[in-house]
């Protein structure tokens, strides 16, 4: 295996700090750090940027984005157990690596972006959908970040690069094709982590759409909350719950009703959540 840098291999650091990766944090760490760096290198050059990791654990994404040629790490870890371990890839990288300690769902991220700035991380797989809703569900666009490359199981990573009539199609996919270009950049298999999950997972890079038609979020998931919680019935069925008058909604969506969610565009959700927020401001929902 290729060095990255002067350190020391990941599992002789691990041994040195005592360090064993934790379920209750949703740890799997990844000692190969050729791995780590082709996730470094997914979402292209890293000269001049500033990249936000969220759980670097014992620092093998960390080294690699370092190594890349990162301007910049800034990386949010919220098992104190790591911090020694990241003090010294900090030690050897001055001033490149900034180490937060903190709970990265109580971090705000846009105030720590520092230029251009990007997201990659081998996220825990018990946060990492709700960080990812978190960064597109915002009213402010374009975001403050370039790209997002992360870590997923694969069933998730399925569900976020999804279009119509996929299995795995649903309110993920809407809101991320609505927001992003997002694509599988590659699996990776459970023997790639310590300890193995019970699943393959995979990196997914997203870039955000230079334009987001004006649809207030919090309808949209109104939408798709309702359509894809009764997936396998009609959209004059399914749309009830969203409280307006449902001839309208599908009149201004250009539905015949009879449609199923896993089979609209996302621009038709589009249409449906702005309609929404035209009946509720009118009142017409009541």
């Known amino acids: 295996m290729a060095r990255i840098d002067d350190l020391p291999p990941l599992r002789e650091v691990i041994a040195a700090h005592g360090l064993s990766a934790k379920k209750s944090l949703g740890q799997n760490f990844l ?25 670097p654990g014992p620092g093998g994404l960390t080294r690699a984005l370092l190594a890349e040629g990162a301007r910049k790490v800034i990386a949010i870890e919220r098992d104190e157990r ?28 846009a105030a720590l972006a520092d230029g251009p ?16 809703t978190g960064w597109l569900a915002t009213e402010a666009w374009p975001p403050f970040w370039e790209s997002l490359t992360l870590m997923f199981q694969r069933e998730v990573a399925e569900r976020i690069v999804a279009t119509p009539s996929d299995d795995a199609y649903g309110r993920l996919g809407v809101l991320c094709g609505w927001r992003t270009e997002a694509r599988i950049a590659f699996s990776v298999p459970p ?22 038609r004006d649809v207030p979020v919090k309808r949209l998931e109104a939408v798709t ?28 969506a250009g539905l015949k009703g009879d449609e199923r969610p896993e089979d609209l565009p996302v621009a038709t959700f589009l249409a449906l959540a702005k309609a929404l927020d035209g009946l509720v401001g009118s009142g017409q929902n009541q």
Do not use: C, W
Request: glycine fraction near 8%; charge should be positive.
């Open 117 to 132: 700035t990007r997201i990659v991380a081998n996220l825990p797989y018990n946060i990492g959908t709700e960080l990812l």
């Open 31 to 55: 000692f190969d750090l050729n791995l780590t760096a082709r996730i470094a290198r997914v979402g292209g050059p890293l000269d001049g940027k500033t990249v936000i990791e969220v759980g």
């Open 225 to 252: 909350r309702a359509a894809f919680g009764q997936r396998r019935k009609m959209v004059r069925q399914s749309l009830k719950s969203t409280g307006a008058p449902v001839p309208a909604l599908l009149d201004a």
């Open 191 to 212: 023997s790639a982590f310590t300890p193995a999950p019970k699943v393959t997972s995979a990196v997914v890079h997203l870039v955000p759409r230079p334009e987001a």
């Open 82 to 109: 790591a911090l020694p371990a990241l003090a010294e890839i900090a030690a050897a990288y001055p001033g490149r690596l900034e180490v937060i300690s903190g709970d990265a769902m109580e971090t705000d991220m």
